[in-house]
């Protein structure tokens, strides 16, 4: 990684700059609590993981956020894992969610979209009337704090009233996607016992009707702990026999009662992909999700009133939980319902356009499908009110930060962010001050104290290393569920450096203070001692317009070799031939290192992914090296269980 700084791709300019509201945090927190007032956000910075419990108390306040009953510090306890936020204080995470219903009733809280419709609002005040209706519900069946609730739904405004209802009342929301399976949903929901269930009869998607009565019907038999069924008619069906209607538990006019809770009572439960076993059931408090997203959607994403924010995503991805969060801001959240590919690849940004959306967020997979698909979104669409676009779900290639500055604005924002379900925030991203380099994220965000060490615990600059977080962030998981002695979450992240976050992935922490994303470091590439996360490989091979997507493995060989397949599924009408495989391995040799070409190119008739849209990697490796497919991989995860297929076959063939 080269020191010399290049010319950035985009700089805010000095009124952005100042209308900023980190700016503005900046000049408040110098004048009340020593911050400091010089230096800009690298100071801020460096003064927030410097002043840790300052700096939190800090947010709380600038964000007015409510204690009904005061903390008696900020951190109690900093040990990692454990550390404990906030004691004594308790506080709701719904009611701060709904505030903006008492200064702008009549605007939109909600914007909804989805394949066939125009975009249809919920304001402030009829979101608010519907969380105290459902909430007065929800106690009526029995639901107490610490209760779990399930929704088993797509990103409509029903999924947000539930959320906000069972926060509400103290529960802990956990949600699935209605593309996922029986199985899937069932290796989630089976571990929280959860007492109530909403529930659609089917969803719209890629313009067809996807009837989903007989997974719930499953999903019903196989969940014992629970007490209520809600139906919620989306594609028009008549409720199962016994379930509750929505239409009836949002009928009322009841204004919410907000249960009080400790700082880290559970709020959700989200899940790891699972894709080597049962996936973790990651629990994240109400106070702790409170603060950090405040900061993050807040100082971070620059969202308050007046903005629209939009990120595609699904309900069973923590992105989902983020865009919610939108509201604490006051901001209007676009919910999306449908392909992110119909009826053109160009979907996405006609949503941007129609919802005039500010903030718009999407993966990086969808820009560079974009980009491959030769779609032209500022000449197609007005997307003058798009001030940011932000990434996430794997690193955005340097082509993509181009074509994105090239294709929709010079006067771009544009933020690729990295974080985790882990931690449902960012380690890196954002921040509206900062220049943007191409194929960089601006910065490690505030408060959090992000590294790249080597394996010592040394830290590194200019050099790739593994991710580490060494002081606590209030959104890590007070636990994972059906863990009582820790040791799972203790394992998952503190096994390699004691008392300090490992999250897995390689990067590089610049001179100049911005960050690199390699990829994940358990599937890491390792030829003759020089490491490379497999994002590099796919940024050089996927440029190429005959490749459509790419999946790269290390496999190290019991005589002491190294085999590095790259597997390849090509685009319609291309054809691997002598040419191709030539320009790929000249691709890899001239951009990235003689070491990484790979041994040998492979056709394939698809990738696998897990259910949100992440390249498998560590389960291909396995079914490579040999392990049995139902001990490699948890069926349930994959999107695709037949391409993995390919991969087992391949492994048979070569032992």
């Not at 990829?519 to 001692?529: A, E, V, Y």
């Not at 191709?580 to 696998?608: C, N, T």
Request: glycine share 10%; aromatic share 10%.
């Amino acid at each position: 990684m080269p020191t010399v700084n290049p010319e950035p791709l985009w700089r805010p300019d000095p009124q952005r700059t100042a209308q900023a509201q980190v700016t503005k945090f900046q000049t408040w927190a110098a004048r009340h609590h020593g911050a400091p007032a010089e230096g800009g956000y690298p100071a801020l910075h460096r003064w927030s993981v410097d002043e840790l419990e300052t700096f939190w108390e800090a947010v709380t306040q600038w964000f007015d956020v409510r204690f009904s009953t005061p903390y008696t510090r900020v951190l109690g306890d900093r040990t990692m894992p454990g550390a404990e936020w906030f004691p004594g204080g308790t506080l709701n995470y719904a009611e701060h969610a709904l505030r903006a219903a008492a200064t702008r009733p009549g605007e939109p809280a909600l914007l909804h979209v989805d394949e066939i419709h125009e975009p249809s609002p919920v304001t402030w005040s009829e979101l608010r009337r519907q969380v105290g209706s459902l909430a007065g519900e929800l106690r009526a069946l029995g639901v107490r704090p610490g209760d779990r609730v399930s929704g088993y739904l797509p990103n409509i405004p029903e999924a947000v009233v539930a959320l906000l209802a069972t926060a509400a009342v103290g529960g802990v929301w956990t949600s699935c996607a209605p593309d996922f399976g029986a199985r899937s949903v069932l290796d989630r929901f089976q571990q929280v016992e959860p007492v109530v269930l909403f529930a659609v009869d089917g969803y719209r998607y890629g313009g067809k009707a996807h009837d989903r009565r007989a997974v719930v019907a499953e999903l019903r038999a196989e969940l014992p702990t629970l007490r209520a069924v809600v139906h919620i008619p989306l594609l028009g069906a008549e409720p199962p026999e016994g379930a509750l209607q929505w239409s009836a538990l949002t009928a009322a006019d009841e204004e919410p009662v907000f249960e009080q809770v400790p700082f880290d009572h559970p709020l959700w439960v989200l899940y790891s992909s699972g894709t080597t076993g049962l996936p973790k059931a990651i629990v994240q408090s109400q106070g702790g999700i409170l603060v950090e997203h405040l900061k993050q959607l807040g100082l971070h994403c620059d969202l308050g009133p007046g903005d629209r924010f939009f990120w595609y995503t699904s309900t069973g991805w923590m992105m989902w939980n983020f865009l919610v969060s939108g509201l604490l801001t006051g901001t209007t959240i676009v919910l999306y319902d449908g392909s992110p590919g119909h009826p053109d690849t160009g979907a996405q940004w006609r949503v941007a356009e129609r919802t005039g959306t500010t903030l718009y967020g999407t993966s990086a997979a969808y820009v560079m499908a974009c980009r491959k698909a030769e779609v032209h979104p500022s000449r197609d669409f007005d997307l003058s009110k798009v001030r940011c676009v932000a990434t996430t779900g794997s690193p955005l290639p340097p082509d993509g930060f181009r074509w994105l500055h090239d294709e929709v604005r010079a006067d771009l924002w544009i933020a690729s962010v990295s974080g985790g379900t882990d931690v449902c925030s960012c380690f890196a991203g954002a921040v509206p001050t900062l220049p943007v380099y191409t194929g960089e994220l601006q910065s490690p965000g505030l408060g959090t104290d992000l590294q790249s060490w080597d394996p010592d615990g040394h830290p590194l600059t200019d050099e790739v290393g593994e991710l580490v977080v060494t002081n606590p962030m209030p959104s890590m998981p007070v636990r994972f569920w059906n863990d009582p002695d820790g040791s799972r979450y203790h394992d998952s992240y503190f096994d390699t450096y004691p008392g300090v976050w490992r999250h897995g992935d390689w990067i590089t922490v610049t001179s100049r203070g911005s960050v690199v994303i390699h990829g994940r470091s358990d599937s890491t590439l390792n030829r003759q001692g020089v490491r490379m996360g497999s994002a590099d490989i796919y940024e050089v091979v996927e440029r190429l317009p005959e490749i459509k997507e790419s999946l790269v493995i290390g496999i190290e060989q019991p005589d002491g070799g190294y085999w590095m397949p790259l597997f390849v599924h090509l685009a319609p009408g291309a054809v691997l031939d002598e040419a191709l495989l030539d320009r790929i391995k000249q691709a890899i040799r001239r951009e990235l290192s003689p070491r990484h070409v790979p041994d040998e190119v492979i056709e394939v008739p698809g990738v696998p992914h897990t259910l949100t849209g992440k390249r498998i990697e560590v389960p291909v490796k396995r079914l490579l090296q040999g392990t049995p497919l139902e001990k490699a991989v948890n069926p349930g995860a994959v999107d695709d269980l037949g391409l993995l297929h390919f991969y087992e076959d391949l492994a048979r063939k070569r032992s």
